[in-house]
């Protein structure tokens, strides 16, 4: 096991020191998410809006943020040049594992961010079960960070890079974002948190499957 | 000449079936075999379901086919296998729009508006954006065998998450497609039927007539593609 996942926390390593080195995808995301809320409440004005909506919009949010910043983690190895030599020095599944945990700790600080200025800064948006909504933003970032992975690694061969990811990313994501709305409006009408079960059991099957799907196809899209 | 006759076969089959499904009468109290039961709110209208259904039972077919054919492009490296993909993708997304089209008219008239993203026409319209996506993908890598590979890998990881829609669209709305009123089991993407006999004899027949016919199209996409390739490559 320990040989196993290694190589997997250095690549995880690497990738966080140089994030934390160029600050790219922070930068880029945290300004996506400012722009985000800044028009969400332009546009909100002094209306009223019902929280359905307004749980909505926050996953709208989230989908699209993570767009910017979750797509890069395969690219930037292509644009810098160093595919090949991740290639030799690791097994396809550690380079995985390695990005899908950047991955999931990148978009699981994004959304408690989101999570946080979205709370305060809209004050119809009351949360009434913390449970369900801090379990939503958890296990959602799980099944965000999973799907997202493989599709960045399959777009990161492609030509046109940044416009295909939203295409080929919606309709696998779409199950996943219908089920964290509906979790999220549960949060904010008060329910009890095993009402909520349901969408957790989906969220957490999701993750597995992907996962799973992903480390068996990896090698493919991985080796030239 | 034993396709010939398979062909042949086939084409009266779907003649039998659209007979049957446009003409048999409707009826109130049903006594000859071939009289069809009124269902109350449908009536007339009922008759998509010998269309319809089969379009949209086609499109998972082809949609199935293409991500098999992936799985063996994967294993065997072989591009004859993607070719069948594509194929089957292509015919798919073919059936997708039809199934789409009819079922958008048909709502217009049963349900006032074209469209009312009831559980089964969100999934119809998440496969239609699968099939658009996968072919974006496929447009945009050059490589003949990356291209393969990525449309595989992307049709695989299609198919395990589309299954979802099954557990997630119950929670979320209730469904307007005739079968899924009162009962909470409806509101998926799966439709279960409760039919007369000869209603549900002429579906299937109907069901399996549309099955054979995409295969045979199938067929011959397959082999209009070889001689393309082959053309290509003298060329």
Redesign the interface.
């Known amino acids: 096991m320990k040989v196993f996942s290694a190589p997997a926390i250095h690549v995880f390593l690497k990738d966080s020191h140089s994030e934390i080195r160029t600050r790219y995808a922070l930068n880029a995301l945290l300004m996506f998410v400012v722009t985000a809320l800044a028009l969400v409440l332009f546009s909100v004005g002094n209306d009223v809006v019902g929280t359905d909506v307004l749980s909505g919009i926050l996953w709208v949010i989230i989908f699209f943020s993570g767009m910017s910043g979750l797509s890069r983690t395969f690219v930037s190895e292509e644009e810098r040049g160093t595919t090949a030599t991740l290639q030799l020095i690791a097994r396809p599944t550690s380079v995985l594992l390695g990005k899908l945990f950047f991955n999931f700790v990148l978009i699981l600080s994004l959304n408690v961010l989101v999570a946080v200025l979205y709370i305060v800064m809209i004050n119809r948006f009351v949360i009434l079960t913390p449970s369900i909504f801090w379990a939503t933003i958890f296990l959602g970032s799980c099944a965000l960070a999973s799907s997202s992975t493989i599709i960045a690694a399959i777009i990161a061969k492609a030509n046109t890079k940044g416009t295909l990811y939203p295409v080929l990313s919606f309709p696998i994501m779409l199950p996943l974002l219908l089920t964290v709305m509906n979790a999220t409006r549960l949060a904010t009408e008060g329910a009890a948190f095993s009402e909520a079960l349901g969408e957790f059991q989906i969220l957490v099957s999701y993750t597995v499957v992907v996962v799973t799907i992903s480390i068996l196809l990896f090698g493919f899209v991985w080796k030239d | 000449m034993k396709s010939t006759t398979a062909k042949i076969g086939l084409v009266l089959w779907l003649t039998l079936v659209i007979c049957a499904a446009i003409l048999f009468p409707m009826v109130p109290a049903p006594e000859k075999w071939y009289e069809f039961p009124i269902i109350p709110g449908l009536e007339e209208k009922a008759r998509i379901i010998f269309f319809h259904v089969p379009m949209a039972w086609t499109t998972v077919v082809a949609f199935v086919a293409a991500m098999i054919y992936g799985i063996r492009f994967?294993m065997t490296k072989n591009l004859d296998y993607d070719l069948r993909s594509v194929s089957a993708a292509g015919l798919g997304t073919m059936f997708c729009i039809l199934a789409t089209v009819t079922g958008s008219l048909w709502a217009k008239f049963n349900w006032g508006s074209f469209w009312n993203w009831d559980p089964r026409e969100t999934s119809i319209f998440?496969l239609l954006?699968?099939y658009?996506?996968y072919f974006?993908?496929r447009s945009?890598?050059?490589v003949e065998e990356?291209r393969a590979?990525?449309s595989?890998?992307?049709a695989?990881?299609?198919g395990?998450?589309?299954p979802?829609?099954i557990?997630?669209m119950p929670?979320?709305m209730t469904g307007l497609h005739p079968g899924s009123k009162g009962d909470p089991q409806g509101a998926g993407p799966v439709v279960q039927f409760k039919m007369a006999p000869n209603m549900l004899l002429v579906f299937f027949a109907s069901l399996l007539g549309f099955t054979l016919l995409y295969f045979w199209l199938f067929n011959l996409k397959v082999r209009s593609s070889r001689l393309e390739l082959q053309q290509q490559s003298q060329e």
């Open positions: 994967l998440v954006l699968i658009g996506a974006a993908l945009a890598v050059d990356k590979t990525l595989a890998v992307y695989i990881i299609a395990v998450t589309v979802f829609f557990f997630v929670r979320i």
